[in-house]
């Protein structure tokens, strides 16, 4: 069940969720709803009981990629999605509550019954990234790794972009250098990091970065 609010800031309604049960999304006006659930997609992804199974990524085997496709300045490596946990001695809506957001407070946002922030988007019916085909269960899957490990909820959609605000996110170039591994088994390199030039970059930007944008094109 979804509601729309008349006015109250986004950070706001995000803070008093515990009370409301309803988490606020930014709901782009042409956003379409899923009509069930999506195929695996263009990459072959399966369903797991993890963020690792979701990326297909098995045992010890390291994630290979050529230095040209934007290596992650490391070589072939174990790929360690999953691993990293950030921790605070803070709740995590109490310090997103306190973000400077005053560009959210003007928005109206769409209220969404769930019983955890990321698991708003499945409610809603989010369409997901329908030109890469993840399905709606794959998507959760990561989001509710993501609002776990490192306080990370969902603030705005639209049919090909996802924001979340992050509570928890990396705060030293090590830590940051493997959320962004984890960004570009969701969002390929060809969207997620052509606009920074590369890894080092994005992984640079990602240090302290209290919100994460993914486009899909």
Known sequence: ???????????????????????????????????????????GRRHGEGIRAVFGLGGEEPWRIA?????????????????????SDRDDLETIGE??????????????????????LLELGWPG????????????IILRSW???FGAVPLSISDSTLSLVVARPPMTIEDARQVAREHFHF??????????????PYVRNLVGARVWNFWWD
Request: glycine share 12%; charged share 20%.
């Open 1 to 43: 069940m979804t509601t729309t609010p008349n006015a109250t800031g986004w950070s706001e309604l995000a803070r008093i969720y515990p009370t409301t049960g309803d988490w606020p999304v930014l709901v782009a006006p042409d956003t379409t709803r899923w009509g069930g659930e999506a195929g695996l997609g263009m990459y």
């Open 67 to 87: 230095e040209d496709d934007y290596c992650f300045e490391c070589g072939n490596t174990r790929d360690r999605t999953g691993e990293l946990s950030i921790g």
């Open 99 to 120: 973000l400077d957001s005053h560009v959210w407070q003007d928005s109206n946002p769409t209220l969404i019954r769930a019983e955890r922030p990321c698991d708003s």
């Open 129 to 140: 990234i329908l030109n890469i085909g993840w399905a709606p269960s794959e998507v959760s």
């Open 147 to 149: 609002e776990g490990r």
């Open 187 to 200: 969002c390929r390199y060809d969207t997620q990091f052509h606009g920074f030039g590369g890894i080092s």
